[in-house]
């Protein structure tokens, strides 16, 4: 995968970008998920984004556009270029003949029962939406609802690219995220997918099973209590599920030689929410306590509103440093603030330093005090001020004598 990321998609992390472009144009970020199919095998599920690639909304605009269609016949080209769904028949040239052997064993689809498994009694269609009568001769552009319909010229194929077919010399499917319909279900199928449990039903099943039946076992006082056992039961099932796990033999070989399990061009940022919105509850409170009303009753109107005299959030410009905020340099409050994610950092003197999400942000320098939360953490990077870096000092923020080894540069990308 890292061969196919580096030569074929033309992408290498830390260097400028192939101007020259891949298979698929320049590539601007990736992320691809390693799954293990039912018998064991792995593939790899990834998205691309391409430089000058337009989001579904953007696109069906350029292309409803009469004075622009110019721009429809181009991204045309390109895709039927880009996504084959035929075998090649011209086979007077040695690679058109390789690219029809691919073709045929890896992308072109036979039928069996398991395209009907989920059809019943009612009219048996291939559930992977492959059928010889399904034949679109040409792409085409609908300028009244923006939507891009993509050729497909043997119902049985696959979406492949030929240039990948030969390097990786595996069945592939290719999709393009345009506009109209056909994006909406790409969109839905991925977020579907993505969010899917990896765990299998009879798996889960047979976890509670044996958690209820060790229960059932103990014969003490505590296993009587009508909570005190729910509380063992679904302790005692989580502990079964994550001794459980399914693993093929690839899996497991492809994890002892650190293979990974997901391929990625950036870093992904977390957000430690709770943090921040218990600080901001306890600094900006507001003047009603909810729980104060009884269940069902809302409270009024009048007891929502804000006097001159009370913060309001939209008027903040800064987080008020300035001023004592409510013990938060007690250590008390500090451990409470900190509950959900302490990062601990050694200093060259062999100090132990605190650093969390939240003073990061509140004590982020004066250089960095127009950025918003989530600008702060999609764009910046959290370093080590050590007298060996490399790292250009003028890009370093960070005021608070606490949180001297720690800074953050800038990033325009928000990558590593």
């Not at 796990?245 to 002892?256: F, K, N, P």
């Not at 921040?276 to 729980?291: I, T």
């Amino acid at each position: 995968m890292k061969a196919f990321v580096k030569e074929l998609l033309r992408y290498e992390r830390h260097r400028p970008p192939d101007l020259e472009g891949g298979v698929l144009g320049v590539t601007k970020a990736y992320y691809g998920c390693v799954e293990a199919q039912g018998r064991g095998t792995l593939h790899c599920h990834m998205m691309v984004w391409v430089e000058g690639g337009l989001n579904p909304k953007e696109l069906e605009e350029r292309l409803k556009d009469a004075n622009d269609s110019s721009f429809g016949k181009r991204l045309v080209n390109f895709l039927d270029d880009t996504i084959w769904n035929f075998v090649p028949s011209d086979l007077r040239h040695f690679r058109q003949l390789d690219i029809r052997r691919l073709a045929m064993k890896n992308q072109y689809h036979t039928h069996s029962a398991t395209c009907y498994k989920y059809c019943g009694d009612g009219p048996r269609q291939c559930r992977f939406d492959l059928d010889e009568a399904n034949v679109i001769p040409e792409s085409k552009i609908d300028v009244e609802t923006g939507e891009l319909t993509l050729r497909i010229l043997n119902g049985l194929v696959n979406n492949y690219n030929p240039t990948i077919l030969e390097a990786m010399r595996c069945n592939m499917d290719i999709q393009y995220i345009g506009s109209g319909e056909e994006a909406k279900a790409i969109i839905y199928y991925i977020t579907d997918y993505i969010t899917k449990s990896p765990l299998k039903a009879h798996v889960a099943y047979a976890s509670l099973e044996l958690a209820i039946k060790k229960l059932s076992a103990s014969d003490d006082e505590a296993s009587r209590d009508t909570l005190e056992t729910t509380r063992r039961i679904l302790q005692r099932t989580s502990f079964s599920i994550l001794s459980n796990q399914e693993l093929s033999a690839q899996q497991v070989a492809s994890y002892l030689m650190d293979y990974g399990d997901h391929f990625t061009s950036h870093r992904f940022a977390n957000v430690y929410w709770p943090s921040f919105e218990r600080y901001v509850d306890r600094v900006y409170k507001l003047p009603v306590n909810v729980d104060e009303h009884a269940e069902g009753e809302q409270p009024s109107e009048e007891e929502f509103t804000l006097t001159n005299d009370e913060p309001i959030l939209d008027d903040i410009t800064s987080p008020p440093i300035e001023q004592p905020i409510d013990g938060l340099n007690d250590d008390e409050d500090i451990n409470e603030f900190d509950e959900d994610e302490i990062r601990i950092g050694v200093h060259d003197d062999n100090i132990i330093e605190l650093s969390n999400q939240l003073a990061d942000y509140l004590y982020r320098g004066s250089s960095l005090d127009e950025m918003c939360l989530w600008e702060f953490v999609a764009t910046t990077t959290k370093v080590s001020k050590t007298r060996r870096s490399n790292i250009d000092t003028s890009l370093i923020t960070g005021d608070v004598k606490r949180y001297r080894s720690y800074g953050c540069i800038l990033s325009m990308l928000g990558k590593n």
